[in-house]
């Protein structure tokens, strides 16, 4: 049987911060790897190899970690964003008072104070527009 050539983490710049939300959680809920694998059905060395942050997992193996350990996958994509700042915190418990409405009537405004910021900053993340679920086409 043929050995898999190994994986460089360059390739995947999403392994290290897996690994380490993986890792992390695990460790400050005080579980064990095997713990891990027996309640997720996610295989030991998979885990293993998730938190020393190797390899390009599939979904199916991501996916019960992630559920399982509470992780917010933003952590994944976002790695260079602070996720739990008192501002962040704060804004999510604003957000989190307000009722529909409420939210339909100042996303408008978030939107555009984001462009806005967007604009004086190009390399900052893209606000994409808000598309309408029955035209499935961008509303203003």
């Known amino acids: 049987m043929r050995k898999k050539k190994p994986v460089e983490n360059k390739d995947f710049e999403f392994a290290a911060p897996m690994g380490d939300a993986a890792k992390g959680a695990r460790e400050k809920a005080k579980y064990t790897q095997g713990f891990v694998s027996e309640s997720t059905g996610v295989d030991t060395r998979t885990i293993m190899i998730i938190e020393n942050g190797e390899g ?15 992780i917010d996958p933003r952590v994944f994509f976002f790695p260079e964003m602070a996720l739990e700042t008192t501002a962040r915190m704060e804004l999510r418990l604003l957000l989190e008072t307000c009722n529909e409405q409420e939210a339909e009537d100042i996303l408008p405004i978030v939107r555009a104070v984001l462009n806005a910021l967007n604009s004086k900053n190009p390399g900052r993340m893209k606000v994409h527009p808000r598309v309408d679920p029955v035209k499935k086409e961008p509303t203003p």
């Open 56 to 70: 390009n997992p599939t979904m199916e193996k991501l996916y019960p970690l992630v559920r399982f350990y509470g």
